[in-house]
């Protein structure tokens, strides 16, 4: 992958969603033993992922936390960094 910065971001085909909640180290948890969300990555106070449609996958997310009795979440997508790009590529699931 090579290209600008603007041009790796705009490459990755997944979306960028920030998990916020007052229980972050059980929603962590939860997150990295599930099947789906396992890439659940820790900065600072908040926790991102990738996922393939931020809608979709972020009703999901929030249902399966319910389930397990965590309902103070809140999601926001943001735009990646280019070290959130370059931690994707390498996973192998980041290109368009």
Known sequence: MTGTPSEI?????????????DNLWKVESELKN?????????????????????????EKIIKYLAKKNLKEISLKKKIPSLENCFMEIISGRGLK
Do not use: C, P, W
Request: aromatic share 10%; glycine share 6%; charged share 30%.
């Open 9 to 21: 971001k705009d490459s990755m085909q997944r979306s960028l969603i920030e998990l916020f909640s």
């Open 34 to 58: 599930s099947a789906h969300y396992a890439n659940v990555i820790r900065e600072g106070s908040t926790l991102r992922l990738f996922v393939d449609d931020y809608k979709k996958d972020g």
